[in-house]
C-alpha cells in the first residue's frame, strides 16, 4: 500500500503532465511536502488542508501562478520566506495551525485579498494587517483578541470579518467604516453593547452575534436594509427595538436564549422572513401581528410562558414547522388548522388536554398524528410530544 507521501508525489507528477491548474493533496495524512510541488508552475489552486504538515518546503515559493493555497487544518508551526515569492496569490487559508508569528514577506504579497489566520497561536496581530487596505475577506477567530484598533476603519474594501471565540467586550466606532462589508461574524465574544455605528453597515447581509453579554440593540440596527440573517441567540436581550421592523430583507433571525417578556408589533413588519426562533425566552404573549409574516416557513417557540396564541397566527399561510412545547397551554386557537403547509407542530410539556379538531384537516400532518388528536390521547399522558409528517 503506497504510503501518504508517495500518493502525493504520484498526484504531483499527474499535475506536472497534464499541467493542471489545480491540485487536491488534502486529508492524506501528510506530514511533509514533496518538493516536486515546485514544479508545477501552471497551478493556481493547492488544497493542503487537514494533514499533519508541520513545515512547508522552499520549493513552495516556486508555484507563480498559484491564487489560492489552503493550508488549514495541519501543525504549522512557521512559514517559509519563500511564501513571498507567490506573487500572483490571492487567498491563503492557515486556520487551525501553531503558528505563533507571520512572516513579512506575507504583507509584501501584491494581489493577497483573503486571509485566514483564525485559531492559530499568534502572540499578536502584526500591525501590517491593519495597514493593508485592499482586504477583502478576513479570518481572525479564536486569537485571545481583546480590541480591536482604530485602523480596521481603514479597511475599506472587507466584505467578511470573521471575529467569533475572541474576548472583544466593545467595538470601536471605526467598524461603521467599513460600507462594503457584507458579513460580519461577532458570535462567542464578551460584547455587551452595539454602538450606533452598526447601522453604517449598509451592505450587510449576515451579522452573527451568538453568545455575547449583549442587553438591548441600537435603533441604528434598523438601517441595515440589507441584512438577510441576524444571529443573536444566547444573550441577554430583555426587548427589540421598534426599528427592528425596518429589516424589509431578513429572512432569518435567531433570539433564543435571550430574556425577552415581549415583541414589538413591528415585528410583522419582515415580510422577507422565513425563520424565527424565540425558543428559551420568557415571553408570554405574541403580537397579533406576528400573523403577517406570510413567507414565515419555521417558528420555533419552545420554553417560554406563553397560555395562548393570537387568532392571527392562522395568517402565517407558509408554516411548515411550529414549535410550542415546554409552554403553559391548556387551549389553542381553531385558528392553527388554517396552517396548511404545516409539517411538524411539536407541543410537548404543555396542559392540553383537547386539541381543535380543525388541526385534523391539516394535509400534511400523517394519519397516526391525526388520530393521536383525540381527547382520550391526552388522559394517559398530557402531553403530545411531536406530531410531524412522515
Known amino acids: 500500500m503506497p504510503t501518504p507521501y508517495q500518493i ?10 497534464s499541467g493542471a491548474t489545480m491540485l487536491d493533496l488534502s486529508k492524506l495524512g501528510l506530514i511533509a511536502l514533496p518538493p516536486e510541488v515546485g514544479n508545477l508552475i501552471h497551478l493556481q489552486t493547492l488544497n493542503l488542508c487537514c494533514n499533519h504538515l508541520t513545515t512547508l518546503p522552499p520549493e513552495i515559493g516556486q508555484l507563480a501562478s498559484l491564487q489560492d493555497l489552503a493550508l ?31 512572516p513579512p ?19 499578536e496581530i502584526p500591525s501590517e494587517l491593519w495597514q493593508k487596505q485592499d482586504w477583502e475577506s478576513l479570518g481572525l477567530a479564536v486569537l485571545e483578541l481583546a480590541a480591536l484598533p482604530p485602523e480596521i476603519g481603514n479597511l475599506t474594501s472587507l466584505k467578511s470579518l470573521e471575529l467569533s471565540g475572541n474576548v472583544l467586550t466593545t467595538l470601536p466606532p471605526e467598524i461603521g467604516n467599513l460600507a462594503s462589508l457584507q458579513r460580519l461574524e461577532l458570535s ?18 449576515e451579522l452573527s452575534l ?22 443573536l441567540n444566547g444573550n441577554r436581550i430583555t426587548a427589540l427595538p421598534l426599528e427592528i421592523g425596518n429589516l424589509a430583507s431578513l429572512q432569518r433571525l435567531g433570539l433564543s436564549g435571550n430574556m425577552l417578556t415581549a415583541l414589538p408589533p ?15 425566552n420568557q415571553l408570554t404573549t405574541l403580537p397579533p401581528d406576528i400573523g403577517n409574516l406570510a413567507g414565515l416557513q419555521s417558528l420555533f417557540l419552545s420554553g417560554n410562558q406563553l397560555t ?37 407542530l411539536y407541543l410537548k410539556g404543555n396542559q392540553l388536554t383537547v386539541l381543535p379538531r380543525e388541526i385534523r384537516n391539516l394535509p400534511k400532518l400523517d394519519s397516526p398524528a391525526k388520530r393521536s388528536l383525540l381527547p382520550d390521547s391526552f388522559h394517559s399522558g398530557r402531553s403530545l410530544a411531536i406530531m410531524r409528517a412522515t
Open 308 to 344: 395562548t396564541l393570537p387568532t392571527e397566527i392562522g395568517g402565517l399561510a407558509s408554516l411548515q414547522y411550529l414549535d410550542l412545547s415546554e409552554n403553559q397551554f391548556t387551549v389553542l386557537p381553531p385558528e392553527i388548522g388554517q396552517l396548511t403547509r404545516l409539517q411538524g
Open 210 to 231: 451568538w453568545d455575547n453579554r449583549l442587553t438591548d440593540l441600537p435603533p441604528e440596527i434598523g438601517q441595515l436594509a440589507n441584512l438577510r440573517r441576524l444571529y
Open 8 to 17: 502525493a508525489q504520484k498526484r504531483i507528477r499527474a499535475a506536472a503532465e
Open 188 to 205: 462567542e465574544n464578551w460584547l455587551t453593547t452595539l454602538l450606533p455605528e452598526i447601522g453604517n453597515l449598509t451592505s450587510l447581509q
Open 266 to 280: 413591528e415585528i410583522g413588519n419582515l415580510a422577507s422572513l422565513q425563520y424565527l426562533d424565540l425558543s428559551g
Open 105 to 123: 514577506e506575507i504583507w509584501r504579497l501584491p494581489h493577497l485579498t483573503a486571509l485566514n489566520i483564525s485559531s492559530n497561536l499568534l502572540a
Open 72 to 102: 488549514s487544518w495541519n501543525k504549522l508551526a512557521a512559514l517559509p520566506p519563500e511564501i513571498g515569492n507567490l506573487a500572483s496569490l490571492r487567498k491563503l487559508d492557515l486556520d487551525d495551525n501553531h503558528l505563533t508569528a507571520l
